[in-house]
């Protein structure tokens, strides 16, 4: 069933849905990739609203290494994870020694993730602040693709190396998940000091979640960088994309490995289809889809705390235990 | 060198004006927090709301610009009162992250709204005030005027907590909850009270920005964050920290803005604030 | 003034009451006595709505409280201490005992009501401006007194007073009980320590396991075997 599954979604760019169809599902599960790679830590408690770095980091490292220097962004990929890991340890360090959890430990990230937006627009010489920036493209004489530079104009292409991370992505979820880490974390999750007494080193265990799944995103974010071709730093960093991500996971479900890719499908559609439905108000009052997207997203945590995936399977686990 | 220092003394006393603007915007967040344990990542949204009241009122429909001040003061403080009632009231008992999300939901909404209201242009009162001469430093008349009426506000707040019935109830529904209707204090009324309370307090704040800065939808991101600091940094809940951290994070942005430009303001701010958290973890000064 | 009549109350699944009648006449001060977990402050919490009762019912003067919600029973006259004294730790003396004045017919008298505390409890003024944290035990429970005095109750509840208080501060408690009932206060006091609280009450019930045992004046159930043998050791 499940490989039956991922057989039909592998065949998706054969089924003739044109260019822009594929685009979304591109887009689903490169978001799907980057909210599995939050909810790794998220699900164990650590809420981080600081993910808009890692991404900010992976995309920015990327595009300004390979426009200003010319290396190629394969080089530049790792360039960003490192730079990611580094401040992942940086902020997660103290945090976790010294047991900032909770409400201090999301206002930091989320503090994390504004400055990070604004070190981005602050060398506006070399980033082009807030207008953004564009990978110098490499595909100039007639070239379908550069492996080199990580550019391709077909999107099959895009579509199969995608789906490729994104199922690596929920294989290290599932990873986090099976292994001795996991029980760890969920006791430090719900007991620290219970944790602590049974030889569980904390700060340890905290420290190599946060490392993966910054890590992860911040190759979501080169990821982003190279198949846009257009990055700036409010759709790659600050409040905004953080509180994104979050909501996509909570959205989808966050204790669901699938949770997060649902809550991906779930905001990039809704996006569209308000987009879409909206149609010329939409020309007219630039704000409508944002307005209406905050409001559904109060009311979808007032109503669905669980998550559209956690809500169904409860109900399904009802449904199937009749009492 | 000289003229460097006078302009560096002239960053060092800016920054002490803005150390009191600070403090007013982290209190109410911090005065909610406190209370009703709910951080509400939108608050600097509601201050905007705030100054685009001040806007419309005043330069839209020509009120005088005291009573714009108070209309507008009165606006966020019933918004408050509405997210509270609206809003957290529904996930009081949800977790933490639900609740930090639900008012991210808002701080979209308002951006949304505001968008939808007034458009992306940066709107200004028009008021134009001459600067103060202090000898070769000059100083901006509005942030005097902000620093002053901030430090009323803060004063205020502190006798209106420790002075009134109501006050002081809501210092000790922060100590204990459960024991409040002993007291023949109902518990929800008093957070509503205080989410109007910190949404006063929020407008007045966007009283006094809206003398120095043009109002934008997005301008809530450029003093959000520092306010999140400002009030982990004082330990999340702890109004006299917060006042401190308040003045320390004004010089960082003053002195470090004037040196170099001012998002690196911003930025040693924050490179500040991590330092502090490897020395001081509870926030400086937080218990236990 | 207080009735109860069959009253069942708990914590979710978990019922700690079952069908508790009592009665406490205006001016009579009354005891409830019984061992730990037998639901004493259960008692008292479902007096003051702080739990919800499942059946019976409570009336004070002869007014149902059914739908009287929590914050406004002490606007009928009740007014609690509640166990472990609960005071607000981080306010000082005298902004528990406005705490104690919160209703808007208690504030008009706060500054007389404070004086009545101050002369009950003299030691409560020498240390009005201190931390309520940093009092000692007995002068605790002196300020959690004051604080439940200062809406005027007609009716004081007080849950295990002596609790977790040397034996020698205990005695001087029982004295403050005894002179706050001679003052004219009607007083239902629920208490572990037997011997002790008989002394000071008119009258008393005894609790075991959520339901009433025996009742009668303190002088009988102080000589009555039942209580001597299983609750003073005799």
């Known amino acids: 069933m499940k490989y039956l599954l991922l057989a039909l979604l592998a065949g998706t760019p054969f089924y003739g849905i044109g260019n822009y169809p594929l685009h979304l599902v591109i887009m689903c599960l490169l978001w799907g990739y980057v909210y599995t790679s939050w909810s790794i830590m998220g699900r164990l408690g650590l809420v981080s609203f600081g993910h808009g770095s890692f991404l900010g980091i992976g995309a920015y490292s990327v595009v300004m290494l390979w426009n200003h220097f010319g290396v190629s962004p394969w080089i530049g990929a790792v360039v960003g994870v490192v730079l990611s890991a580094v401040v992942a340890v940086i902020i997660g360090f103290p945090c976790f020694r010294f047991k900032i959890v909770g409400h201090y430990f999301a206002l930091v990230t989320l503090a994390l993730s504004e400055v990070t937006r604004l070190i981005i627009v602050a060398l506006r010489d070399q980033t082009g602040g807030s207008l953004g920036a564009t990978p110098n493209t490499a595909l100039a004489q007639g070239n379908a693709w550069s492996f080199g530079a990580l550019q391709f104009s077909d999107k099959i292409v895009w579509f199969y190396a995608i789906l490729a991370v994104w199922l690596a992505g929920l294989w290290v979820w599932a990873k986090v998940d099976r292994g001795m880490t996991r029980l760890a974390l969920e006791a430090i999750s719900h007991e620290e000091e219970a944790a602590a007494s049974i030889g569980i080193n904390v700060t340890r265990s905290k420290l190599f979640v946060t490392l993966i799944s910054a890590v992860m995103t911040s190759i979501g974010g080169a990821l982003y960088a190279q198949y846009q071709l257009y990055i700036n730093p409010e759709t790659v960093s600050g409040i905004s994309i953080s509180l994104q991500m979050v909501f996509g996971v909570i959205a989808g479900g966050m204790y669901v490995m699938l949770g997060p890719t649902v809550g991906a499908v779930f905001t990039l559609l809704l996006a569209e289809g308000l987009r879409l439905a909206l149609g010329d108000a939409f020309k007219q009052f630039p704000a409508l889809d944002l307005a209406i997207y905050g409001l559904m997203l109060v009311l979808f945590i007032i109503h669905m705390p669980k998550g559209i995936l956690g809500t169904a399977q409860e109900a399904w686990g009802r449904a199937s235990r009749p009492h | ?288 | 003034m207080l009735a109860l009549t069959d009253v069942c109350a708990g914590y979710g699944s978990f019922q700690a009451l079952f069908g508790v009648s009592l009665e406490v006449k205006a001016g009579e001060s009354v005891a409830v006595i019984g061992p730990n977990g037998a639901g004493k402050t259960t008692l008292l919490r479902a007096i003051s709505k702080l739990i919800a009762l499942t059946a019976g019912e409570v009336t004070m003067q002869g007014r149902s409280l059914k739908h009287v919600p929590a914050h406004e029973v002490i606007a009928c006259g009740i007014s609690q201490v509640p166990e472990n004294r609960r005071l607000f730790a981080r306010l000082t003396v005298e902004e528990n005992l406005k705490m104690g004045a919160f209703l808007p017919a208690a504030r008009k008298k706060f500054a007389e009501r404070r004086e009545f505390v101050y002369s009950l409890f003299p030691r409560m003024q020498e240390r009005r401006a201190q931390l309520a944290g940093t009092l000692s035990g007995g002068e605790q429970q002196m300020c959690a007194i004051g604080r439940a005095l200062m809406s005027g109750p007609k009716l004081l509840l007080l849950d295990e007073p002596s609790a977790g208080l040397a034996p020698v501060i205990v005695q001087s408690i029982m004295q403050m009980v005894k002179r706050i009932c001679a003052e004219g206060y009607t007083v239902l006091i629920v208490e572990q320590n037997i011997r002790q609280v008989l002394k000071v009450v008119d009258r008393a019930y005894l609790l075991e396991t959520g339901r009433i045992k025996s009742s009668g004046a303190s002088a009988e159930l102080l000589a009555s075997d039942e209580i001597r043998k299983a609750y003073l050791g005799m």
């Not at chain 2, 909610?32 to 951080?39: A, E």
């Not at chain 2, 009573?67 to 957290?88: E, P, R, T």
Request: with cysteine; charged share 10%; proline share 4%.
């Open chain 2, 1 to 288: 060198m000289e003229i460097f220092d006078i302009f560096l003394l002239e960053a060092v006393l800016n920054g002490i004006l803005l150390g009191g603007l600070l403090a007013l915007l982290s209190l109410g967040l911090n005065l909610i927090f406190g209370v009703i344990d709910v951080v509400w990542i939108c608050y600097a949204e509601m201050i905007m709301i705030g100054m685009y009241a001040v806007y419309t009122l005043h330069v839209q429909y020509h009120w005088p610009l005291l009573a714009a001040m108070a209309a507008g003061i009165a606006s966020v403080a019933l918004l408050g009162a509405l997210m509270h009632q609206f809003v957290i009231r529904p996930v009081l008992s949800a977790e933490p992250i639900n609740q930090l999300l639900v008012t991210g939901g808002v701080l979209f909404f308002l951006q949304a709204a505001a968008t939808l209201a007034f458009g992306i242009e940066f709107k200004n009162l028009g008021v134009k005030l001459p600067p103060v001469a202090i000898g070769e430093m000059s100083f901006s008349f509005p942030r005097i005027i902000a620093f002053a009426v901030a430090v009323a506000g803060v004063a205020a707040t502190y006798l209106f907590l420790t002075r009134s019935y109501l006050g002081t109830a809501i210092r000790a529904i922060s100590q204990d909850r459960e024991i409040m209707p002993l007291m023949g204090v109902s518990p929800g009324r008093i957070f509503v009270a205080t989410s109007a309370l910190g949404g006063a307090l929020a407008g007045l704040s966007g009283c006094l920005l809206v003398l120095q800065y043009d109002i934008h939808p997005a301008i809530g991101l450029s003093f959000g964050p520092i306010t999140f600091l400002i009030c982990v940094l004082g330990g999340l809940g702890n109004m006299l920290g917060g006042l401190i951290a308040a003045f320390i994070f004004a010089q960082f942005i003053s002195v470090g803005g004037f040196v170099f430009a001012i998002e690196w303001g911003y930025v040693i701010a924050f490179v500040f604030f991590i330092a502090v958290m490897f020395w001081r973890p509870q926030g400086i000064l937080g218990g236990k």
